[in-house]
């Protein structure tokens, strides 16, 4: 059931608002208001994933070599991952603008995690299948990984999350995970994610997450899993 072996933000400046006379600024609508990720936008969710993953270290060691094959291993296996989070995970939302997603973020709430293996295969499985034998046996190798080091305490996960790099740099993620982290928060539960970009690390720290397990996937490429204590106090972990 490899579907993320990273649930990589790529990195993002604060932004101002755009300031707008009143009369204007009520007449418009806001563009840009985080909703409920819904099926007919999960081709377009998984588009932004694609885009944004498609460089990413985690993803460079599990995929096929050529870009081109790359990205359609991403699109399916994400598009697989957000259609099993909407069965049997969730809550999940996007940033829309003109009409299509730019910035996605995937949850699964306390208690949902894992989807159950064998029915979340018809959505999970075509990706890996479709790239062709090697990537399928690196996926295989890195879902095991990813199973490994779960928690299986009580926790939220931030499954999936990316901004379109059209839209990064506007303080798009941020908003989203701050929606993420807020229901961690309502919760009581620890927040949890993994990375494979060393990029990341920064940005994820600055949400309060810290690193709390290293492991290699297949070509020996780190993954970090890291997690943030409710409320975003200093973790005390004592499992």
Do not use: N
């Given at each position: 059931m490899w579907s993320d072996t990273v649930s990589d933000a790529p990195r993002r400046a604060r932004s101002g608002p755009l300031c707008l006379d009143g009369a204007m600024s009520a007449a418009l609508p806001n563009m840009n208001s985080i909703e409920p990720l819904v099926p007919a936008q999960h081709p377009g969710a998984a588009v932004v994933l694609a885009d944004a993953f498609l460089d990413d270290p985690g993803w460079i060691a599990v995929g096929p070599r050529e870009s081109g094959?790359?990205?359609?291993?991403?699109?399916?296996?994400?598009?697989?991952?957000?259609?099993?989070?909407?069965?049997?995970?969730?809550?999940?939302?996007?940033?829309?603008?003109?009409?299509?997603?730019?910035?996605?973020?995937?949850?699964?709430?306390?208690?949902?995690?894992?989807?159950?293996?064998?029915?979340?295969?018809?959505?999970?499985?075509?990706?890996?299948?479709?790239?062709?034998?090697?990537?399928?046996?690196?996926?295989?190798?890195?879902?095991?990984?990813?199973?490994?080091?779960?928690?299986?305490?009580?926790?939220?996960?931030?499954?999936?999350?990316?901004?379109?790099?059209?839209?990064?740099?506007?303080g798009l993620g941020r908003r989203l995970m701050?929606?993420?982290?807020?229901?961690?928060?309502?919760?009581?539960?620890?927040?949890?994610?993994?990375?494979?970009n060393p990029d990341n690390l920064p940005y994820y720290r600055s949400h309060g997450f810290e690193v709390i397990d290293e492991r290699p996937i297949p070509g020996d490429v780190p993954n970090w899993f890291m997690e943030r204590a409710p409320g975003g106090a200093e973790l005390r972990r004592s499992r």
């Open positions: 094959a790359r990205w359609k291993y991403i699109y399916r296996t994400c598009l697989g991952a957000i259609r099993a989070g909407a069965r049997w995970c969730g809550p999940s939302w996007c940033i829309v603008d003109s009409g299509e997603p730019v910035a996605v973020l995937t949850g699964c709430a306390p208690g949902l995690w894992p989807p159950p293996r064998m029915r979340a295969l018809r959505y999970l499985a075509p990706g890996p299948l479709l790239a062709g034998p090697a990537p399928l046996v690196r996926s295989l190798g890195a879902q095991r990984v990813i199973e490994a080091a779960h928690p299986s305490y009580d926790h939220f996960l931030v499954w999936m999350f990316a901004v379109s790099p059209a839209h990064q740099r506007r701050r929606e993420a982290l807020a229901e961690a928060d309502s919760g009581e539960v620890p927040a949890y994610l993994w990375t494979g």
